[in-house]
């Protein structure tokens, strides 16, 4: 067993807004080990960005978080002091966001935006952090970097963009990387290529990576373990080919039937009703009102995470006496 | 579920093409900074020369990735924007000529059997109109349908796109996405038409409402025998709901095939990078890929000779200087690839 890098216990995040306590995260558990790609995967609102915002201590106000623990290679991060945890983002723990022409300054040139990084965090002079832009931008696959770091966020592309987000996040040789939806933008041919990239540079610098995503192909193409998040609760944490092979949450099934494949058509599964509200979310496990196997208990009581097969972690109350419909043949 | 149909439809289904884009060209001119010396400096070749036809009760799917001008072809069909050159043909009507001649009434009713739903139900929804408002719109303009029966009417079109009669008298705030897109596509199918060109319908939307969306534009053209024209970049949902799918590259459709021929056999080398780019949701499919290098170049000055050259791993001297021709391979399968021309030689 390789050692754990970051632990997560019981993490709440609301955000307390005059309509009312939004539940964005609430009580969300998950490690990471060194060395690993973990994927974090939700529709909107289940709480995959608030959850990398928390752990990195920037969530925007009205978010709080109020309750849990983050421990960082042992350390509560929570309990840092804000002096503390300056040195710590960036340079242990770095993050790259969906969208990459709001995350880079427009009125600074690249040079200037990875250079105050390296000279934020490392005591170096101005022709060795210049350096090493360089090479970071090279790394990234950015041609010509020497004259094109002297451009502005404007005049590069959009995979561009985000090659260069990328290479920021990566300045202090970061040994956490929480990719936020990183190719969301982009087309798919520039998709594949960032993905590459972002693969290569785990392996390059012994990252440990968190991929955040929607996209179910992304998770399954890049991640060795992942959390499935629903409404700010854990459903299901498994080995990625476990969770496709053997989903045991009913909501993950449903997800995994309802996207259409490239390799194959079939009949969609819809998942009826909507994302709920996280002001008043639905009592008992958050997923009853949508779930085909819901009983009285889903209404009634929280479900708990439980580990059903070593590594394999289901919050349903249910999950025992279900067969999935999705439970694929082959 | 309720019968809807749409009067007098059934006796118009037989003959087979419904829509022909026959030589489409639009290219917008790029003019230099400046008030008074405003000098054009070069052309954008938005869709240059583009040739199809959509079958009756067909889902046509248009594929390509951002900048390719899917949806500059979109407007030039429904003639949202002048075309440079080419004809549109709708049935028998020549679109471009339609719109030209100053005859209101032909204009409107040309505009009735061709909708289009849009890529953002959150903009293209008036914020100070009730779904009541917004659905029963389209019966000002057209006069179709007598006041005295547009609630009814409303309420048939709710229902037919999933939504309760109560959400009438709401405003599109009080909606999700999935739900916006329902509403919609009602404004859409209130005037019934024939021919309904979706942009990018379900890209906003998140996955479990995706399904929702695309199995209901499924449903609609089996109950409403609606013809569609699916532009997106996202190939899984293209190849869930077309029957036949055209790939854009820089303006060019480089290949076209039923959908099932596409995805199993592209000949393209861009449609095969295409198709090998996108993730699989499946651990076990790990392929080998062909990752493209570089970007779409830009199209003001697009590549000579084969548009997409510069990127494709396979290309030979020929491909630098000539373009090749769109090479029927098969009665049911066109590409634009000199490699696919069994009379050359490499």
Same mark, same amino acid.
Request: charged share 25%.
């Given at each position: 067993?390789?050692?754990?890098?970051?632990?997560?216990?019981?993490?709440?995040?609301?955000?307390?807004?005059?309509?009312?306590?939004?539940?964005?995260?609430?009580?969300?558990?998950?490690?990471?080990?060194?060395?690993?790609?973990?994927?974090?995967?939700?529709?909107?609102?289940?709480?995959?960005?608030?959850?990398?915002?928390?752990?990195?201590?920037?969530?925007?106000?009205?978010?709080?978080?109020?309750?849990?623990?983050?421990?960082?290679?042992?350390?509560?991060?929570?309990?840092?002091?804000?002096?503390?945890?300056?040195?710590?983002?960036?340079?242990?723990?770095?993050?790259?966001?969906?969208?990459?022409?709001?995350?880079?300054?427009?009125?600074?040139?690249?040079?200037?935006?990875?250079?105050?990084?390296?000279?934020?965090?490392?005591?170096?002079?101005?022709?060795?952090?210049?350096?090493?832009?360089?090479?970071?931008?090279?790394?990234?696959?950015?041609?010509?970097?020497?004259?094109?770091?002297?451009?502005?966020?404007?005049?590069?592309?959009?995979?561009?963009?985000?090659?260069?987000?990328?290479?920021?996040?990566?300045?202090?040789?970061?040994?956490?990387?929480?990719?936020?939806?990183?190719?969301?933008?982009?087309?798919?041919?520039?998709?594949?290529?960032?993905?590459?990239?972002?693969?290569?540079?785990?392996?390059?610098?012994?990252?440990?990576?968190?991929?955040?995503?929607?996209?179910?192909?992304?998770?399954?193409?890049?991640?060795?373990?992942?959390?499935?998040?629903?409404?700010?609760?854990?459903?299901?944490?498994?080995?990625?080919?476990?969770?496709?092979?053997?989903?045991?949450?009913?909501?993950?099934?449903?997800?995994?039937?309802?996207?259409?494949?490239?390799?194959?058509?079939?009949?969609?599964?819809?998942?009826?009703?909507?994302?709920?509200?996280?002001?008043?979310?639905?009592?008992?496990?958050?997923?009853?009102?949508?779930?085909?196997?819901?009983?009285?208990?889903?209404?009634?009581?929280?479900?708990?995470?439980?580990?059903?097969?070593?590594?394999?972690?289901?919050?349903?109350?249910?999950?025992?006496?279900?067969?999935?419909?999705?439970?694929?043949?082959? | 579920?309720?019968?809807?149909?749409?009067?007098?439809?059934?006796?118009?289904?037989?003959?087979?093409?419904?829509?022909?884009?026959?030589?489409?060209?639009?290219?917008?001119?790029?003019?230099?900074?400046?008030? *008074?010396?405003?000098?054009?400096?070069?052309?954008?070749?938005?869709?240059?020369?583009?040739? /199809?036809?959509?079958?009756?009760?067909?889902? /046509?799917?248009?594929?390509?990735?951002?900048?390719?001008?899917?949806?500059?072809?979109?407007?030039?069909?429904?003639? *949202?924007?002048?075309?440079?050159?080419?004809?549109? /043909?709708?049935?028998?009507?020549?679109?471009?000529?339609?719109?030209?001649?100053?005859?209101?009434?032909?204009? *409107?009713?040309?505009?009735?059997?061709?909708?289009?739903?849009?890529?953002?139900?959150?903009?293209?929804?008036?914020?100070?109109?009730?779904?009541?408002?917004?659905?029963?719109?389209?019966?000002?303009?057209?006069?179709?349908?007598?006041?005295?029966?547009?609630?009814?009417?409303?309420?048939? +079109?709710?229902?037919?796109?999933?939504?309760?009669?109560?959400?009438?008298?709401?405003?599109?705030?009080?909606?999700?996405?999935?739900?916006?897109?329902?509403?919609?596509?009602?404004?859409?199918?209130?005037?019934?038409?024939?021919?309904?060109?979706?942009?990018?319908?379900?890209?906003?939307?998140?996955?479990?409402?995706?399904?929702?969306? +695309?199995?209901?534009?499924?449903?609609?053209?089996?109950?409403?025998?609606?013809?569609?024209?699916?532009?997106?970049?996202?190939?899984?949902?293209?190849?869930?709901?077309?029957?036949?799918?055209?790939?854009?590259?820089?303006?060019?459709?480089?290949?076209?095939?039923?959908?099932?021929? *596409?995805?199993?056999?592209?000949?393209?080398?861009?449609?095969?990078?295409?198709?090998?780019?996108?993730?699989?949701?499946?651990?076990?499919?790990?392929?080998?890929?062909?990752?493209?290098?570089?970007?779409?170049?830009?199209?003001?000055?697009?590549?000579?000779?084969?548009?997409?050259?510069?990127?494709?791993?396979?290309?030979?001297?020929?491909?630098?200087?000539?373009?090749?021709?769109?090479?029927?391979?098969?009665?049911?399968?066109?590409?634009?690839?000199?490699?696919?021309?069994?009379?050359?030689?490499?």
């Amino acid at each position: 067993m390789t050692e754990t890098i970051l632990n997560i216990e019981g993490l709440k995040t609301y955000f307390f807004t005059e309509a009312g306590i939004v539940k964005a995260v609430d009580n969300i558990s998950f490690n990471l080990r060194k060395g690993e790609s973990l994927g974090l995967v939700g529709e909107s609102g289940s709480g995959k960005t608030v959850t990398a915002l928390s752990v990195l201590r920037v969530v925007p106000k009205p978010g709080r978080t109020i309750d849990g623990k983050v421990e960082f290679n042992g350390e509560d991060l929570l309990e840092k002091t804000e002096k503390e945890m300056q040195r710590i983002r960036g340079s242990a723990i770095a993050i790259t966001f969906q969208d990459p022409s709001s995350s880079l300054d427009p009125v600074y040139n690249i040079e200037t935006q990875l250079c105050d990084v390296i000279m934020a965090h490392e005591t170096v002079s101005k022709t060795e952090a210049r350096k090493k832009v360089i090479e970071l931008l090279e790394v990234v696959g950015i041609p010509e970097a020497e004259t094109r770091m002297r451009e502005y966020p404007h005049q590069f592309s959009g995979g561009m963009k985000q090659r260069v987000a990328i290479a920021r996040a990566l300045a202090c040789e970061p040994t956490l990387l929480f990719a936020d939806e990183p190719t969301t933008n982009l087309d798919v041919t520039i998709q594949a290529q960032v993905l590459n990239l972002l693969n290569d540079l785990k392996k390059k610098f012994g990252m440990s990576l968190v991929m955040i995503t929607h996209d179910m192909g992304i998770i399954a193409e890049m991640t060795t373990r992942t959390v499935v998040l629903y409404a700010g609760r854990v459903c299901e944490i498994a080995k990625t080919y476990d969770l496709f092979e053997r989903p045991r949450h009913p909501y993950t099934e449903a997800l995994l039937a309802a996207v259409p494949r490239l390799d194959m058509r079939k009949t969609l599964r819809v998942i009826p009703g909507n994302i709920p509200n996280l002001i008043e979310p639905p009592a008992g496990c958050r997923f009853h009102p949508r779930c085909d196997y819901a009983k009285q208990i889903c209404k009634e009581d929280v479900p708990v995470l439980e580990e059903i097969e070593p590594g394999h972690f289901v919050a349903c109350h249910e999950w025992r006496n279900i067969r999935l419909k999705g439970e694929r043949s082959h | 579920m309720a019968k809807y149909s749409f009067k007098g439809r059934e006796k118009s289904l037989t003959s087979s093409d419904l829509v022909k884009v026959k030589n489409l060209v639009k290219h917008f001119p790029v003019y230099s900074r400046g008030v *008074l010396l405003k000098k054009q400096i070069g052309i954008v070749h938005a869709v240059d020369n583009i040739d /199809f036809d959509i079958r009756r009760k067909e889902t /046509f799917g248009l594929v390509g990735e951002s900048g390719c001008g899917k949806t500059t072809t979109a407007r030039l069909i429904l003639n *949202l924007i002048e075309p440079t050159s080419g004809d549109v /043909f709708f049935k028998e009507d020549n679109v471009f000529e339609k719109f030209r001649s100053a005859d209101k009434k032909e204009k *409107l009713r040309l505009r009735r059997k061709m909708q289009l739903i849009f890529q953002n139900p959150y903009g293209s929804l008036d914020p100070r109109m009730t779904v009541f408002d917004i659905i029963s719109e389209p019966f000002i303009i057209h006069k179709h349908i007598p006041k005295n029966q547009w609630k009814e009417k409303v309420y048939e +079109l709710l229902e037919l796109v999933g939504l309760e009669e109560y959400h009438a008298e709401r405003y599109p705030h009080e909606f999700s996405g999935g739900q916006r897109q329902r509403i919609c596509i009602a404004r859409a199918l209130a005037v019934e038409p024939e021919f309904l060109i979706a942009d990018e319908p379900v890209s906003s939307l998140d996955v479990s409402i995706k399904a929702q969306i +695309l199995n209901l534009l499924g449903e609609l053209q089996e109950r409403v025998g609606l013809t569609y024209l699916y532009i997106s970049h996202d190939l899984s949902s293209v190849r869930q709901i077309s029957h036949r799918v055209a790939v854009m590259y820089l303006g060019e459709i480089v290949e076209l095939a039923d959908t099932d021929e *596409l995805f199993k056999e592209p000949l393209h080398p861009y449609t095969r990078a295409l198709i090998q780019a996108v993730p699989i949701p499946d651990p076990k499919a790990k392929t080998m890929k062909i990752v493209l290098p570089g970007e779409v170049p830009s199209p003001i000055n697009p590549p000579s000779g084969c548009r997409f050259h510069p990127r494709c791993p396979q290309a030979k001297p020929v491909c630098k200087e000539k373009k090749s021709e769109l090479l029927a391979i098969s009665p049911k399968h066109m590409v634009m690839c000199h490699l696919c021309n069994p009379r050359m030689q490499f």
